[in-house]
């Protein structure tokens, strides 16, 4: 809603499953989506509209016309040259495509992947269905009246085991697992078993919502949650924890009902973790509800509620931070929002850690937060080409370390650098301080720098060109000395960020010294309550070397107003 395509950029580097591919494919990638358990399947776009699958192919879902795994990409012969818009993709998986518009403004949707509850919407029923479907195959949309209708889809979203795909007209069409009614009660004629567990042909929904016009949709793993045109949330399926926002029970909902959200509000967007719902207003404000043992709901603890709650978090004294953007996965209890600043914050299960509140994290776009703190899967595709060109931003990503481009070069430990001066200067007060004055290798096309590593100081480098630190955690500290010694307050800020999400029971003890070293209280007290945390997981010699350095800086602090004599 408040995203801007130009806008978004990330790098490939971010996800391992790219590693291997040549950079000449590279080059010519327009758009990707990591899908699967451990992120192990991909789909590539190219700019000629080439279609790839990589990875594992489980169930067939890369969509190759087989279920063999591949570690070089290969064609998906069905969706070349179909322009594609988006993907969306379900646990088992199945995989959704939406094309762009072509031949009569027609959008339309293929199905793959996994087929056990008509989540393809491909079969005429359950007795015939096929339970794996490895090339992808067009979705025939048809009315309750049987006839085939031809619609322009605006997108799709899909559950666990669910599909769902809204029209022009603001219809819903759905299919798949039904057991906890996530298809909102759908008629029961639609179904082909007495028992309503599964729906093999897509059918229109609308019904149940009084005919209310549909302008967004989301899927949780069992539950489906839509907005209408006027603005209101309207909810369906599993309602354990409260997901649906609707306070009077936490059974399922068989038919939509609308979310105990403050009259008035304007709902833009709203996404759904496996259990848990954001939504965010026309006034920048997100409110959570359902699920919150990880913190999911980013609201100060870990109690579950169905009464949505807004986020109220402060960047500083009484200023309110505004967001503009939310990302959660149907698969996780990770959330993910921008600041109106362009900052990227996470909450949730963040690689095992409860993180309660919003945290901001080094990034400048959502995918390459999921991608470190994520479950190595994306909440949606990610753009790298687009309208025939590279963004600001992507092309100062580019310009580093290029030596056609550079003016400087700076050495370290024997290696070069290839930098540019006026970057420099822009981002960092130590270079525009050197810069600025008479300085006498200001016409000299290399410095030395000598008090750091060429692995901290390229990173250094790096960071000033991409807003990203890209460094091993054990190297965090050296580069922590440099933001001092340079004065890189957000850099210092960054680092410390970087190590609270690095640290583990076997590299406390480490931290907690540097954090005394630096003088960085909080640092050093977030080490304390990390060990306490977790001392059941901690070694004897974890432990003991913990305790040594804590008594260390005891006798340190004591010594130094004079109270410890001896």
């Keep these: 809603m408040y995203s801007n395509p130009k806008m978004i950029c990330s790098s490939l580097c971010s996800w391992p499953i790219f590693n291997s591919l040549e950079s000449k494919f590279v080059s010519q990638i327009h758009m990707v989506f990591v ?21 594992k192919n489980v169930n067939g879902c890369l969509g190759i016309g087989n279920k063999n795994a591949t570690l070089k990409p290969q064609k998906v012969e069905a969706l070349c040259g179909k322009d594609i818009k988006t993907f969306a993709c379900g646990i088992g998986p199945h995989v959704l495509a939406l094309t762009k518009e072509g031949e009569h403004r027609l959008r339309k949707v293929y199905s793959w992947g996994f087929n056990n509850r008509g989540q393809l919407a491909q079969c005429v029923n359950k007795k015939n269905s096929l339970q794996v479907i490895s090339i992808p195959t067009l979705v025939q949309l048809r009315t309750p009246e049987g006839s085939a209708s031809m619609k322009r889809i605006m997108n799709i979203a899909c559950g666990s085991n669910h599909s769902v795909a809204i029209t022009e007209d603001g219809e819903v069409y759905i299919c798949g697992d039904n057991r906890f009614n996530q298809l909102g009660n759908i008629q029961n004629r639609y179904f082909n078993s007495s028992d309503n567990e599964y729906l093999f042909k897509p059918q229109l929904g609308n019904d149940n919502l009084d005919r209310k016009k549909i302008v967004h949709v989301s899927c949780g793993g069992t539950f489906t949650m839509a907005i209408t045109k006027s603005r209101e949330v309207y909810g369906w399926g599993n309602n354990s924890f409260g997901k649906l926002g609707i306070r009077e029970n936490y059974e399922t909902i068989y038919t939509p009902q609308r979310v105990n959200l403050e009259q008035g509000l304007v709902v833009v967007k709203v996404v759904c973790g496996i259990e848990h719902t954001l939504a965010l207003t026309d006034e920048k404000k997100i409110y959570a509800w359902g699920r919150n043992n990880d913190g999911q709901l980013g609201i100060g603890h870990t109690e579950f509620t169905s009464q949505p709650i807004m986020l109220y978090y402060q960047i500083r004294p009484e200023t309110e931070i505004k967001w503009v953007d939310i990302a959660a996965l149907n698969c996780s209890n990770i959330s993910v929002a921008v600041s109106e600043e362009g900052r990227v914050y996470v909450w949730g299960n963040c690689h095992g850690e409860k993180i309660v509140t919003p945290t901001v994290t080094p990034f400048s776009n959502m995918h390459d937060a999921i991608a470190r703190y994520g479950p190595s899967v994306m909440h949606e595709p990610l753009i790298l080409y687009v309208n025939g060109g590279s963004d600001i931003l992507e092309c100062l990503k580019t310009a580093f370390n290029d030596s056609s481009t550079s003016d400087l070069k700076i050495e370290v430990e024997g290696q070069v650098i290839y930098v540019h001066k006026a970057i420099l200067k822009i981002r960092s007060l130590h270079f525009k301080t050197m810069f600025q004055h008479n300085w006498k290798e200001n016409n000299q096309s290399t410095i030395k720098p000598v008090q750091f590593s060429y692995v901290v100081y390229k990173a250094f480098l790096k960071y000033l060109y991409t807003d990203v630190i890209d460094l091993p955690i054990e190297k965090t500290s050296e580069l922590l000395d440099l933001a001092e010694e340079y004065c890189e307050s957000n850099l210092k800020q960054y680092c410390i960020h970087m190590i609270k999400q690095g640290i583990t029971v076997s590299n406390v003890a480490h931290f907690y010294a540097i954090a005394v070293k630096c003088n960085l209280q909080e640092l050093e007290k977030f080490c304390v309550k ?19 350095k804590m008594m260390k800086t005891f006798i340190m602090k004591v010594g130094k107003v004079g109270d410890f004599k001896k």
């Design 35 to 55: 899908y699967g358990t451990l992120g192990n399947e991909a789909l590539i776009v190219t700019k000629d509209k080439m279609v790839y699958g990589l990875g």
């Design 530 to 548: 990390f060990a306490i945390n977790h001392k059941s997981a901690m070694t004897d010699d974890d432990f003991v070397e913990l305790i040594q």
